[in-house]
């Protein structure tokens, strides 16, 4: 990779400042995190992504970039039965973020018993496997999560809703016991986000706007006889999806509008001494009436996609843990009444990740990445970077330093 000298003398000041966050935060971290019986919290990241083929994945990352960086400062408060807390959060993830604080997650949460609670707010969705811990750095050796299931990119649209849900956990005696959550809410969008360009790949004009009326689903899980083993079902279901274009040359506004959006997730993980096994496997449903404000639909799509992966990983030592996943995407989309046909569209990931955890507060995390197909790659009309200009085989290196307290 060819850097001119301005450009070293910017990474090398990123990489300081980083450093110096680094070691200022893991000072701090030694100090008190309960206040009145406030417990406070929080980290910081920063991280590093190049690869070695395509313009635009996951930031600019074809030149390397800095820009992928998550910082976050939360506080709760109990008694009795009753829980309440809140988290601010800042992200920088290529265009998106623009690190930018704002409201992650707050919730008033009482719980009367074991098997029934309640939970209002600005409450985490509840998704798979580790869809409630995304920003927990500490629970996993991996830089990214694997992107065919917890697409960096959809923080906006799968990380919190507006809502409430109930919840419990249900013991089965000797047959383990079930963890259920329901949930209904609102998902407010932005047209600034990932899921914004995610759901415009097939249009040359950008999104005027974006929304949706509702959310709603649930998870349940089975916490098995067999020691460290669970496994679990996930609904999502996402009412009136729209998306508001402008159309020049017609002067008009042209909407594309999914009546029911779907998403389905089978989960499954394994714990047993140093090793952690997980697998899911995801569907999404979506089908769009595309039509002229006023005008009945001129075209209908259809898209579904097929989505899963296969991790392990292992503790080696208190300073060093190992970890793999094998990644899979397949998109399709087809028209009706209309002559376009979408093709097919997959990309594999095949990563390798190493964790360094230099104290109780700092760690370290590198990651390397065969991606064969590019089937995640965004075209969009501001960087268009059609099927025919992309690499299908290339590698992607990320590296992050994370911060606790």
Known sequence: MNLNNSIKSTLLRRSLACLALATCSATLASAAVTWHDVQFGGFASQGYIVNTGNNDYLGETSKGTFDFREYAVNA???????????QAFGQKLGEYGDDKIKLDWATVDYQPAQWFGLRAGRV????????ES???DAVRPF?????SVYDNRLRDFSAAFNGAMIYGNISLKDAGSLDYRLFYGKMPLSTSSGASDYFNIDAPFPNLSIGLDSAHGGS???NTPVNGLRVGYSYSRFENFVTLRFVPARNANLYKDTPHYDRHLLSLEYTTGDWVFATEVGRENNDYSVYYSGKAPFAFLYAKSLNYYVSASRRINKWVELGTYYSY???????????????LTKQKDLALSVRFDVNDHLLFKLEGHYMDGSGKIFDLPSKPQPAATRDNSWMMLAAKMTVMF
């Open 143 to 147: 830089v990214l999560l694997p992107q």
């Open 329 to 343: 995407s397949d998109f399709q989309q087809r028209g009706v009444g209309t002559p376009v046909q979408y093709p």
């Open 134 to 136: 995304l920003d927990l």
């Open 220 to 222: 349940l899980f089975w």
């Open 124 to 131: 985490k969705l509840p998704r798979g496997l580790y869809n």
């Open 76 to 86: 709760s408060y109990s008694i009795d039965k009753f829980r309440i807390g809140a």
